[in-house]
């Protein structure tokens, strides 16, 4: 009896460390998607352009060659162990590294879509180091604030407030975070006093969504970080390049599925649409992106939602990858 009840613990040991192994695989291979990560968009810059990097999540650096602007700051990526078990901070000598390699000192904004480890957690560093102001929510301040980054860098969140830097003109729109699930259910939380790091990720609580419409040399972008929206918010939006949040859209009901299309591709008809947020933030940039694991979403699907849409109404896909470099044209001498 007892041999029989330890091979029925093994056997349910057994298939728990399956399920586990298959759930933190990744959910695809990036591959399948090679026709839009070599896009002829890619690498073929006609100088001036106004040049696009991707480093994983919603993090993507705009430059003109003169001044830049960063869309979240999250290079450090944690690995999933720490994660969960540890407090987690900034990789100064990684950070260090980016600045130099994109030479981030002419890095004049950080804008930030909400205050989640996976999009906040090295806008301190990044800001203190390079002298760029943060434009974020309250609770994006805070962690700034902990970060000992000075008062006059922050830039508050206004709705139609535009920021100007250089030939960036910038605004942000309110918007909605993806559905919550069991380990992001803090929308609407915000922080009321500096989070010092090194901190748990729950600490980097959401404070608030936010879209950035950046306009340069008549080329005009939108960069949408979540699955989520506020409805009508983009009415009388014009834009040329539009980076899409598909994070979990397959999780979704159908519904929400064609209510996300039909108020971001279908009504902003932008020219070309490049997903951002599919990669697996647990694993580092100096390996390839990887899609994100089974745990977290069906990204395949969640991919193919989206290009199906683009590809009817005639809006060019580009998936970008950490070595890859998308030149947005500038449409004015
Ligand atoms: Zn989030």
Not at 93 to 100: E, N, S
Not at 131 to 153: C, L, R, Y
Not at 187 to 211: C, I, N, Q, W, Y
Not at 242 to 268: D, H, N, P
Request: proline content about 6%.
């Amino acid at each position: 009896m007892k041999k029989l009840f330890i091979f029925f613990m093994l056997a349910v040991l057994s298939i728990a460390a399956l399920g586990l192994h298959y759930l933190l695989k990744p959910s695809g291979d990036l591959t399948e998607f090679s026709s839009f990560t070599q896009s002829p968009h890619l690498e073929s810059m006609h100088p001036p352009d106004i040049v696009v990097k991707y480093f994983g999540v919603s993090t993507l650096l705009f430059d003109d060659g003169k001044d830049q602007i960063l869309v979240d700051g999250f290079f450090s990526r944690p690995p999933l162990s720490q994660v969960l078990f540890q407090n987690i901070q900034s990789d100064h000598a990684l950070l260090d590294h980016f600045i130099q390699k994109y030479d981030l000192k002419r890095l004049k904004a950080i804008l930030v879509t909400h205050s989640h480890y996976d999009h906040a957690l090295d806008i301190a560093y990044l800001s203190r180091q390079t002298g760029a102001k943060i434009v974020g929510s309250s609770t994006t301040h805070w962690i700034a604030k902990g970060g000992q980054v000075p008062e006059k860098q922050l830039l508050l969140t206004t709705p139609e407030q535009i920021y100007t830097f250089g030939d960036f003109n910038i605004r942000a729109i309110p918007s909605q975070h993806t559905p919550p699930t069991f380990v992001n259910n803090d929308l609407g939380e915000s922080l009321s006093a500096p989070l010092k790091m090194p901190a748990h990720f729950t600490r980097f609580v959401e404070g608030g969504s936010f879209d950035y419409h950046i306009e340069a040399y008549q080329h005009r972008i939108l960069v949408k970080a979540s699955t989520g929206l506020v409805t009508h918010a983009y009415k009388g939006l014009e834009v040329d390049s539009l980076f899409l949040g598909v994070a979990q859209l397959s999780k979704q009901s159908t519904a929400f599925q064609t209510t996300y299309l039909s108020q971001t591709l279908k009504q902003l008809q932008p020219t070309l649409v490049v997903p951002i947020h599919w990669d697996d933030f647990f694993s580092p940039l100096s390996e390839p992106l990887k899609l994100l694991p089974h745990l977290a979403d069906d990204t395949p699907k969640s991919l193919k939602i989206v290009i199906d849409a683009a590809q009817k109404q005639g809006t060019d896909v580009v998936m970008m990858t950490s070595s890859s470099t998308l030149g947005l044209p500038i449409l004015r001498p």
